[in-house]
Structures are given as structure tokens and as C-alpha cells.
């Protein structure tokens, strides 16, 4: 029981990580990611550069203020004499008002580094050093903003204007310094109800950015949900007509290719039956005359040996039509799988070519035709030695069939770096142009009657083309009617 549990729960992990991994792949989840991050994360960053700001500024401003108020109250201290006397009424309360106005705390230190006033009544007599008041004695102000702890520590040194008879001018003496602690807790106040506000509209903003993205992710994919739908249809059954969606370029790429695709099954149906149809035809024609010839022997009486052996030879002839027939379309079906394989060795193409024509030179001595092999150079490549072999020999075997009494057969050879070629030129009958590009489907025939008369099978160069499309190569024709054709073969070394 417990191994069933752990078996049902291995295989929802799976279903659950290979349903994520699919939405992850979603073009819709995609561009909804991309809306929503192109939409959240500037405003974020837009709202968190503004709260910086506004603290950098207020605290500017504020360090300002303080200042401004401080070098006045530094004045009077120096006008009434405070720092030796400080029980000036009227500079107390200045000190007091400065010191409850920003809630802080103002010490006065004097240049015994005693304080001489603390707005807080703590540290009046006792000493007071630091780097910020050294430097302050020195006559340099000192800001230093503690945002951890909400506070602006300032030094103003109190300046009294003498006259220097050594140098004979006026200048700044240090007679203490004013150490003042303002609280910044009104602005970071300020800062959190900015902040709130701004999560407040932030939300609101991924809210409507999130159903803005929805609603135009939706838009977006629509066009894509259409070819699926039509795309499904024509897989159904239910149409066979072509897509057509032009809502984007890229579905028309898609859909045009998709068209591609659909004529060239359909093509390839139209053919499947032609060839189905054609193969019937072909196969059952020498059963036919077989048929006749043996009901002619049965049905006649006293046959003459003379016709006998006539009829029989006869029927002889369509057997090995017949077997002929299937022999070539059982190689075709071997050339039609998509894991056909190539037994690729290193072939001398000259040497291959010779010894076709050695097997040929007979057939084409029966119909007086002169076979002529010219090569350019030795050609080493690497091919598959059967196959290419009979693809060669299709094609030279049909420019011997179709040609005339006493014509020509000539084959060149040559090659570059990359690839060969092999030239099969005849005298022969030639071709219509408009039969180019039929000649190489399966039982195809320009001339239906001397094809007849010539024997075949129709499959010759349907074979050769399946053949050399698998060495990566092309075939090409070019034909004058009554003059003859020519075959170019080209492969690649």
C-alpha cells in the first residue's frame, strides 16, 4: 500500500512539474511576464527615486534652515557677550526656540572645550571633544545626517571680527562653537506616508497593468489560437481549404507555410492514389494477357507445337514483366523510408562508370547505338557503390531505349572541389518541356505507345532521382524534341 502511495505520488510530482514547465513555455504567459515587468518595475524604481529625493531635499532644506538660523544666533552670542556671560535672557530663548522648534538640543562650548550652555541642562561644565568640534575650532562647519537614527548633528564655530595690528586687518577668531542636534523624525514621518501612499497607487498600478496584460496578451494570441483552430480543423476533416490569417506577418508566414505543406500532401495523395491506381494497371495488364493465352491453349484443340511454344514463350515475357515490376517497386519502397541508409565507401567514379558500360554496350548494340565515355580527370568520391550504380544505369539504359537506329550515347565526367557531375547525352526522340517536370514520377511515360514497344516498367527514373536525392545531389534535364536529351547528374565529393 505504501508503494502505491509513493508510486501515485512520484507520478503527480511529475504532472505538476511537466504542467509548470508548459505554462512556463506559454507565448501568453510569456508576453504577460514581459507587460507586467516592463510595467511594474519602472513605476517601482520611478517611486523609489522619488522617495530618495524627497529625503535628500528635505534634509537639505532642513540643514539649511538650521544653518541660516544658527550663524544668527552665533552673532548675537558674540553681540551680548554670552559666552562670558550667559544669562542673556534674549538669547536664551532664542536658543530654547531654535532648540523646541526642531526638536533637538543645542550646546554651546567654549574654548576650553567646556559647555557653557546645553538646551537640555546635562552637560553645562563638562568637556566636550570630538573630531566634528576640533575641526569646527579649526573654522570649518561640520553636517553629518544619521538617517538610521533620525537626527542632523551641525557644528557653526562663533566668530568675533578682530583687528590684527601684526598684519594690519581684520579677521575671524574662534571663540567657541555651537553643536546642534535637530531631529529629522517629521521627515521620516513624511517618508512613511509617502511610502504607503506609494504602495497604495503601486498596487493599484500592478492591478491595472496586470488586466491591461491579460486583456492584451489575450489580443495578442488570438491570431495564433485561429491557425491552431483552422489547423486542427483541416486535421479533423472538416476542411481541406487554405489558411488564411492575416492578422500579423507572422502568422502569414506561418499560415503560408502551412499552405506549403497541405498542397504538397495533397499533391502527395493525388500521387499515392495515381501510383496506387498505376500500379494496378501495371500489375494486372501481364496477368491479362497471361489470362488470354492460357484460356487460348485450354479453349483450342489440337494446338500446333509451333503455337504452342509460341504462346508460351509469350506468357514467359509477361512473367518477367511482371517480376520486373515488383522487383523495381520493392526497391522504391526500400528508397521511400526516411532511415534508408547509404553504405558510403571510397569509389572510383571513372571505374564505375566503365563498368556500366561494359553491362550496356550490348543492349545498345542491338539498336546500333555507339556509347561514348569522355572523363576530364580521374574523379575519387564517396558514394554508395550499388545504388548510385543503378541510378547511373537507369538513366543510361533509357537514353539507349529512346533512341534512334544508329544514334549516340555520350557520358562526360568531371569535377571541382566540392562536387562531380555526370553528363548523359543522347540523339534520341526527346522530350515535350512541359513533360520536365513528370518525368521522374513513378510510371510516368512521354509516349505511352513506344514505351510499350520498348518494354519498362516506368519506374527507371523515379529510381535513379530517389537515389541521387539521397547522395544530397540534383538531377536536371534539358530536351529538343527529335534531336535528343540531355541528363546532368551532380554530386557532391
Known amino acids: 500500500m505504501s508503494t502505491i502511495t509513493e508510486t501515485n505520488s512520484i507520478r503527480n510530482r511529475i504532472r505538476t512539474g511537466f504542467l509548470r514547465f508548459r505554462l512556463l513555455r506559454s507565448f501568453r504567459v510569456r508576453v504577460l511576464a514581459m507587460l507586467l515587468i516592463i510595467g511594474i518595475i519602472p513605476s517601482i524604481l520611478v517611486g523609489t527615486a522619488i522617495l530618495l529625493g524627497y529625503e535628500d531635499r528635505a534634509v537639505s532644506v532642513r540643514e539649511s534652515e538650521v544653518s541660516n538660523q544658527l550663524g544668527i544666533i552665533a552673532n548675537h552670542l558674540i ?11 534674549a538669547v536664551n530663548a532664542e536658543l530654547e526656540q531654535i532648540s523646541n522648534l526642531y526638536d533637538g538640543r543645542v550646546l554651546l562650548i567654549g574654548a576650553n ?15 566636550i571633544i570630538s573630531e566634528e568640534v576640533i575641526r569646527c575650532f579649526k573654522g570649518e562647519k561640520t553636517v553629518n545626517y544619521d538617517s538610521d537614527n533620525n537626527y542632523i548633528e551641525m557644528t557653526i564655530p562663533i566668530n568675533e571680527t578682530v583687528f590684527d595690528e601684526e598684519e594690519g586687518k581684520e579677521k575671524d577668531v574662534v571663540r567657541g562653537v555651537m553643536l546642534t542636534i535637530v531631529s529629522t523624525d517629521t521627515i521620516a514621518t513624511t517618508i512613511r506616508i509617502l511610502s504607503r501612499t506609494a504602495g497604495i497607487i503601486d498596487a493599484g498600478m500592478i492591478t491595472l497593468i496586470f488586466a491591461f496584460a491579460m486583456l492584451f496578451s489575450g489580443i495578442l494570441v488570438r491570431p495564433f489560437n485561429k491557425v491552431t483552430t483552422a489547423i486542427n480543423e483541416v486535421k479533423e476533416g472538416y476542411s481541406d481549404e487554405a489558411l488564411s ?15 506549403r505543406v ?8 493525388e500521387s499515392r492514389q495515381e501510383f496506387v491506381s498505376n500500379v494496378s494497371h501495371e500489375l494486372k495488364t501481364p496477368i491479362t494477357s497471361m489470362k488470354i493465352l492460357a484460356e487460348s491453349l485450354i479453349g483450342s484443340e489440337d494446338v500446333p507445337p509451333e503455337l504452342y511454344r509460341e504462346f508460351m514463350e509469350d506468357i514467359a515475357g509477361e512473367i518477367d514483366r511482371e517480376d ?21 565507401e571510397e569509389k572510383n567514379i571513372n571505374d564505375m562508370i566503365e563498368l556500366i558500360l561494359k553491362r550496356l554496350r550490348p543492349i545498345a548494340a542491338k539498336s546500333n547505338v555507339e556509347m ?14 550499388v545504388k548510385l550504380t543503378l541510378a547511373l544505369t537507369n538513366i ?10 544508329g544514334g549516340s550515347v555520350y557520358i562526360t565526367l568531371d569535377c571541382d572541389h566540392h562536387f562531380f557531375t555526370v553528363t548523359v547525352k543522347d540523339t534520341g526522340i526527346g522530350i515535350p518541356e512541359e513533360a520536365y517536370e513528370h518525368i521522374f514520377e513513378r510510371f510516368y511515360r512521354v509516349d505511352k505507345s513506344h514505351s510499350r514497344e520498348i518494354g519498362g516498367t516506368g519506374l527507371g527514373l523515379a529510381i535513379a532521382r530517389n537515389i541521387i536525392l539521397m547522395h544530397r545531389g540534383t538531377v536536371n534535364v534539358e530536351s529538343v524534341q527529335g534531336e535528343g536529351s540531355v541528363f546532368s547528374i551532380r554530386l557532391p565529393l
Do not use: C, W
Open 79 to 89: 553681540t551680548y557677550n554670552y559666552l562670558q556671560d550667559p544669562s542673556n535672557e
Open 113 to 127: 572645550f567646556k559647555a557653557i550652555k546645553d538646551t537640555n541642562n546635562v552637560s553645562v561644565g563638562k568637556t
Open 245 to 259: 490569417v492575416p492578422d500579423y506577418s507572422e502568422t502569414e508566414h506561418i499560415v503560408e507555410a502551412f499552405n
Open 262 to 269: 497541405l498542397k504538397r500532401i495533397r499533391a502527395l495523395d
Open 324 to 344: 520486373k515490376i515488383i522487383t523495381d517497386l520493392l526497391e522504391l519502397v526500400k528508397l521511400d523510408k526516411k532511415n534508408a541508409e547509404l553504405s558510403i
Open 372 to 385: 561514348v565515355f569522355e572523363s576530364a580527370r580521374e574523379v575519387i568520391a564517396g558514394v554508395d557503390d
Open 396 to 405: 543510361m539504359e533509357n537514353a539507349i531505349k529512346y533512341n534512334k537506329e
